[in-house]
């Protein structure tokens, strides 16, 4: 039987550090466990009929906005808090909590699932600009790390 102590063992870390190999393939792992959830949160809606034809026909309210509301925060879950944790020291200690480690995909989820309520292409622009920034985030830190370590 698996203790308590162990699993806390297993399961905590000092802070994410996309350098490494193992938390760099960990996190492209979670990238793509992200994209499922995306697509069968999707599915569930079709089954559901909670999508329609009409409702991927439907205009938002104003075009240019739905567009910014499915891209910037595709871009700020995507890129910029791996950045922030990897660069900035008080958000590497705050990664490390399990709040933190707990919260950020549920408002990754969760956002997903708001802007697919508000407008189903604005939560496709939300899923296609997060998996994309949140790929080349994690790429260029760990490349540009072995690059860095590969010229000195």
Known sequence: MVSLAKLRQFWSRDSADYT???????????????VVEFGLLFALAKS????????LDA?????????????????VFGAVLPF????????SQLSSKPTVRV????????????LFFYHPVTSVLYAATYASTRALTLTGIYGGHRIKATLT
């Open 84 to 91: 922030l944790f990897q660069y900035f020291e008080y958000f």
């Open 103 to 114: 919260l950020a995909p549920t408002l990754t989820i969760g956002t997903y699932f708001a």
């Open 59 to 75: 205009q938002p309210e104003s075009t240019i906005f739905a567009i910014l509301l499915g891209i910037v925060p595709g871009v």
């Open 20 to 34: 490494q190999t193992k938390t760099f393939a960990l996190g492209i792992v979670h990238l793509g466990l992200v």
């Open 48 to 55: 559901l009929r909670i999508m329609t034809l009409a409702t």
